[in-house]
């Protein structure tokens, strides 16, 4: 059933140019899927946005058809109260918006650009990193490539780079890398170094380093991403 549903092509939940603005979602699906699974084309309509990515979302809904006749009030009612921590999980620190997400792999950072750029349109962030020394921080840099602000307003300027390129571009300008315990951790300055690396060798899509500094403990490393953040409206922590 999985390969039926996508944000790129029918059948899938219809997307909007923002989770923000979005008043709803549709879900549609392909006469395969609906043979094996019960779901009727356009079965689902005004379906609300949610916490949880819609890809996901449509998987979830595709394999319970395949299960057990779905209905659209269920439908609606798990779409409104499902939550899974630590999956582009908003929170306040100080008044700041924090995303938290446990994306640790350059996969999992390119879907949670993808979520962060569809549902904060225009949102410049802080990253607040701490990966395991077995990780692939130059691909999880990828993910966001460096875009310079070249004057004017920052946030306009993201909205911008948002409709030129569609994944996470431009989203993080500033990096604040912490320390990782255990027998797999690294230190906040060797995790430091690898992204300098990673934006600075051929690979790089931006054409310059974003601020990226090393702090040893997380929570001054939280204390100075939301300062950083704070100091630039619209801005947010990831």
Same mark, same amino acid.
């Given at each position: 059933?999985?390969?039926?549903?996508?944000?790129?092509?029918?059948?899938?939940?219809?997307?909007?140019?923002?989770?923000?603005?979005?008043?709803?979602?549709?879900?549609?699906?392909?006469?395969?899927?609906?043979?094996?699974?019960?779901?009727?084309?356009?079965?689902?309509?005004?379906?609300?946005?949610?916490?949880?990515?819609?890809?996901?979302?449509?998987?979830?809904?595709?394999?319970?058809?395949?299960?057990?006749?779905?209905?659209?009030?269920?439908?609606?009612?798990?779409?409104?109260?499902?939550?899974?921590?630590?999956?582009?999980?908003?929170?306040?620190?100080?008044?700041?918006?924090?995303?938290?997400?446990?994306?640790?792999?350059?996969?999992?950072?390119?879907?949670?650009?993808?979520?962060?750029?569809?549902?904060?349109?225009?949102?410049?962030?802080?990253?607040?990193?701490?990966?395991?020394?077995?990780?692939?921080?130059?691909?999880?840099?990828?993910?966001?490539?460096?875009?310079?602000? $070249? &004057?004017?307003? +920052?946030?306009?300027?993201?909205?911008?780079?948002? %409709? #030129?390129?569609? @994944?996470? =571009?431009?989203?993080? !300008?500033?990096?604040?890398?912490?320390?990782?315990?255990?027998?797999?951790?690294?230190?906040?300055?060797?995790?430091?170094?690898?992204?300098?690396?990673?934006? $600075? &060798?051929?690979? +790089?899509?931006?054409?310059?380093?974003?601020?990226? %500094? #090393?702090?040893? @403990?997380? =929570?001054?490393?939280? !204390?100075?991403?939301?300062?950083?953040?704070?100091?630039?409206?619209?801005?947010?922590?990831?």
């Amino acid at each position: 059933a999985a390969g039926h549903w996508s944000f790129e092509a029918a059948p899938s939940f219809a997307s909007a140019a923002s989770l923000e603005s979005a008043a709803s979602l549709e879900l549609a699906a392909s006469p395969e899927l609906a043979a094996s699974s019960g779901i009727a084309a356009g079965a689902f309509e005004r379906l609300p946005w949610g916490a949880l990515a819609p890809y996901n979302c449509a998987l979830a809904i595709a394999a319970a058809g395949c299960l057990t006749p779905v209905s659209a009030a269920a439908v609606h009612a798990a779409l409104a109260a499902a939550t899974l921590p630590g999956r582009c999980e908003p929170r306040q620190v100080d008044g700041c918006l924090l995303l938290l997400d446990v994306a640790h792999n350059p996969a999992g950072a390119a879907f949670l650009a993808r979520q962060v750029r569809a549902r904060y349109p225009g949102r410049r962030f802080v990253g607040l990193l701490g990966m395991l020394a077995d990780k692939d921080a130059a691909g999880v840099a990828d993910a966001f490539p460096f875009v310079e602000p $070249a &004057g004017g307003d +920052a946030n306009a300027r993201a909205e911008t780079e948002a %409709e #030129a390129d569609p @994944d996470g =571009a431009g989203l993080v !300008t500033h990096w604040i890398c912490v320390s990782t315990g255990g027998l797999r951790g690294q230190g906040a300055d060797v995790l430091a170094g690898r992204l300098r690396a990673a934006y $600075a &060798g051929p690979a +790089a899509k931006g054409s310059r380093t974003p601020t990226i %500094e #090393a702090v040893e @403990d997380l =929570a001054e490393g939280l !204390t100075r991403a939301s300062r950083a953040a704070t100091g630039c409206a619209g801005s947010g922590i990831l």
